[in-house]
C-alpha cells in the first residue's frame, strides 16, 4: 500500500517536472524562432484626413540562415493591406503589387517611401498624427508579428538619401 | 581703304552682337550650367493649350491663372499611396525653406489630378489645402487634363486587377471597366513638377526623386534670371 502510494507521488513528481521541462523548452523555441525576425522603427505616414490610402514602412531584420518572406499584412479598420513596391519604370512611377517581401538571411529589408512598403486601403476612419497603428504581419514558417506603428510626418531631414532610392 | 576695313570690322561686329542678342536669351546657356536638380523645357513657339478647369473651390481655373506670376505646377491623384504624398510633402518643405530665406518669394502651386473621377475639387480640397493651405488643387473635365498634360510629357496609366489578381494596363485612352469604382485601381504616372513663367508657358522641369534645398536655388536662379 505505501509502496503503491509512493510509487505514484514520485510518478507525479516526474511528470510535474517534465511537463515543466518541455514548457520552457517550448517557450525558449518560440522565443528563439520569434527573435529570428525582428522589426524597428515601424511607422505610418500621417495623411489628409480623407485619404483613401496610406503608407506603412519599417526595417525587417532577419537573424535567420535562410530568407524569411513577409507574406501578408493585416490591421483592423482597413479594406485590405496590400504588400507594394514603387519602382521608375518608363518614365513613371509604378506601384507594383508583390505577392511576398523577401527578407535576406542575415539581412534586412527596408520599407520606406518610394520603395517597398505596405499600403493601407480605405481606412475607416484616418489615423491621427501622433496615433498608432496595430499591424499584423504573417511570414512563411507560420511566423507572425504584430507591431505598432506610430503615425507621423516624414522626416524633415532625409540624410543620405533616405527616402530618394528607388 | 582705312574706312572701308573700320566699316567692315564694324558690320561683322554687329553682326556678331546681333547673334549674340538674339540668341543669348532663349538658349539659356549661362543659366543652364547653374542649374543643379532642373532642365529648362521652356519653348515659347509651344503655348500651353487652352484649358478651362475648376479649382478646388469649383471656381473656373484656366490659362489666365497660370499668368498671375510663376507657378509650381505638378500632376497627382489622392489614390496615390507613396509617390503623391511624398511630392506635396516636398513641396511644402520647399515653400517653408522659400520662406525663410528673404531673397526668395514663393511660386503659387498648382496641383492637378490625373484622376477626376475620383478626385472632385471637393476631394482635391481637403486632400491638397492638408500639405498647406495655399496649395491649389484643380480638377474638372478629364478630356481637358488629358490634353493639357500632353506639352508637359506627362502621363499615366490605370492599373486594375482581372479576376485572377493579374494586373491589367489600361491608357488613358481606355475606358474603364463599370465595376472599377468599386474595385478600386492605381496609377503609374510621371512625377515631374514644373516651373510656369508669368506668361503661362512651361519653363523648367524637376524630375523626380525632388530635393527641396537644392530645388530653392534653382527656383531663385530661374525667377532672377
Known amino acids: ?166 | 581703304m582705312n574706312n572701308k576695313l573700320l566699316s567692315s570690322i564694324g558690320v561683322v561686329a554687329l553682326a556678331i552682337a546681333a547673334f549674340y542678342f538674339a540668341t543669348a536669351g532663349k538658349d539659356y546657356q549661362a543659366l543652364k550650367k547653374q542649374l543643379k536638380v532642373s532642365y529648362i523645357l521652356h519653348n515659347p513657339d509651344k503655348p500651353l493649350p487652352e484649358f478651362s478647369l475648376l479649382d478646388h473651390n469649383r471656381q473656373l481655373f484656366d490659362n489666365t491663372h497660370l499668368k498671375e506670376g510663376w507657378s509650381l505646377l505638378l500632376f497627382m491623384y489622392t489614390h496615390c499611396p507613396d509617390i503623391c504624398p511624398t511630392e506635396l510633402f516636398d513641396m511644402s518643405r520647399l515653400k517653408n525653406l522659400m520662406e525663410e530665406d528673404k531673397t526668395a518669394s514663393m511660386p503659387s502651386v498648382v496641383v492637378i489630378t490625373f484622376d477626376s473621377l475620383r478626385d472632385t475639387p471637393e476631394v482635391m480640397k481637403e486632400y491638397i489645402t492638408h500639405f498647406d493651405k495655399d496649395f491649389i488643387g484643380v480638377s474638372g473635365d478629364q478630356a481637358q487634363i488629358d490634353r493639357l498634360i500632353k506639352p508637359f510629357g506627362a502621363y499615366y496609366e490605370r492599373v486594375i486587377y482581372d479576376e485572377k489578381g493579374k494586373p491589367v494596363i489600361l491608357k488613358a485612352s481606355d475606358e474603364l471597366p463599370k465595376d472599377a469604382l468599386e474595385k478600386g485601381y492605381i496609377i503609374n504616372h510621371t512625377a515631374w513638377i514644373y516651373l510656369i513663367n508669368p506668361e503661362g508657358e512651361i519653363f523648367a522641369g524637376f524630375p523626380s526623386p525632388h530635393k527641396p534645398s537644392a530645388m530653392v536655388q534653382d527656383i531663385k536662379l530661374m525667377m532672377d534670371y
Open chain 1, 1 to 166: 500500500m505505501f509502496n503503491k502510494a509512493k510509487k505514484l507521488v514520485l510518478a507525479a513528481i516526474t511528470l510535474i517536472t517534465l511537463n515543466s521541462a518541455i514548457a520552457i523548452e517550448h517557450h525558449r523555441t518560440n522565443q528563439t524562432i520569434a527573435e529570428k525576425i525582428v522589426i524597428n522603427n515601424p511607422w505610418v505616414r500621417s495623411a489628409p484626413p480623407n485619404t483613401p490610402m496610406l503608407g506603412a514602412f519599417m526595417e525587417i531584420h532577419n537573424n535567420s540562415n535562410q530568407t524569411v518572406k513577409l507574406l501578408s499584412a493585416d490591421s483592423k479598420g482597413y479594406r485590405r493591406l496590400e504588400l507594394h513596391k514603387t519602382q521608375y519604370e518608363d518614365g513613371m512611377m509604378k506601384m507594383i503589387k508583390q505577392d511576398f517581401m523577401p527578407i535576406p538571411a542575415h539581412g534586412k529589408l527596408t520599407l520606406k517611401p518610394g520603395s517597398w512598403h505596405i499600403m493601407l486601403i480605405a481606412p475607416e476612419s484616418v489615423p491621427r498624427e501622433g496615433g498608432t497603428v496595430m499591424i499584423d504581419l504573417v511570414f512563411d514558417n507560420g511566423l507572425s508579428k504584430t507591431v505598432h506603428a506610430p503615425v507621423r510626418k516624414m522626416k524633415k531631414i532625409m540624410g543620405n538619401r533616405h527616402y530618394m532610392t528607388h
